[in-house]
T-cell receptor, first 119, second 113 residues
């Protein structure tokens, strides 16, 4: 249980276009979803946290107008990179957590990631 | 400043040998502590976690970790490494109450046959 999928796994887009990445919890309802960015040989950097039906909370330094997050349901969150530029090329990872008591407190279940390349 | 440090960027061990991956944190109070493993094409998988109680925590795949408050460490160990353990390992902390994980920079494990 606790499977999270991401789509697409890889995407190449042209500079100036927008791209949408989907994150789905397949077998549980996610009270909170998270979006991370991972640079080569680097750690995961939290970009934003979102709760279903609420506006996302962005980390300091993350442009909310560039990285649009929508959490429309308890099983789906989307990240849209608007007006993408080559510096936005990265590995984007989502995760989800569920509120099921102390046993899973603060546990996050991660998607396999999306490799974005902006040309 | 609050931080998570994994001092070893790369580690190579022979199959069957023991393994210890280091993790140190710098927080005012004891945070919640996690170890995740990342394999290519797969999402990060939780190996184990520490919240309180027994300082030696058992996880999946034969891994264990020991919390040492005096050293602000949470090192991951495995007595006998398998070739399939080759992956990237991340230590993470949740400072408390916010459900936000801060990750270390990771340790790449290579296993020699």
């Amino acid at each position: 249980g606790a499977v999270v999928s991401q789509h697409p796994s890889r995407v190449i887009c042209k500079s100036g276009t927008s791209v949408k990445i989907e994150c789905r919890s397949l077998d549980f309802q996610a009270t909170t979803m998270f979006w991370y960015r991972q640079f080569p040989k680097k750690s995961l950097m939290l970009m934003a946290t979102s709760n279903e039906g609420s506006k996302a909370t962005y980390e300091q330094g993350v442009e909310k107008d560039k990285f649009l997050i929508n959490h429309a349901s308890l099983t789906l969150s989307t990240l849209t990179v608007t007006s993408a530029h080559p510096e936005d090329s990265s590995f984007y990872i989502c995760s989800a957590s569920r509120d099921s008591g102390k046993a899973t407190l603060y546990e996050q279940y991660f998607g396999p990631g999306t490799r974005l390349t902006v040309t | 400043a609050q931080s998570v440090t994994q001092p070893d960027i790369h580690i190579t061990v022979s199959e069957g040998a023991s393994l210890e991956l280091r993790c140190n944190y710098s927080y005012g109070a004891t945070p919640y502590l996690f170890w995740y493993v990342q394999s290519p094409g797969q999402g990060l998988q939780l190996l184990l976690k520490y919240f309180s109680g027994d300082t030696l925590v058992q996880g999946i795949k034969g891994f264990e970790a020991e919390f040492k408050r005096s050293q602000s460490s949470f090192n991951l160990r495995k007595p006998s490494v398998h070739w399939s353990d080759a992956a990237e390992y991340f230590c993470a902390v949740e400072p408390g109450g916010g459900n936000k994980l801060t990750f270390g920079t990771g340790t790449q494990l290579k296993v020699e046959l």
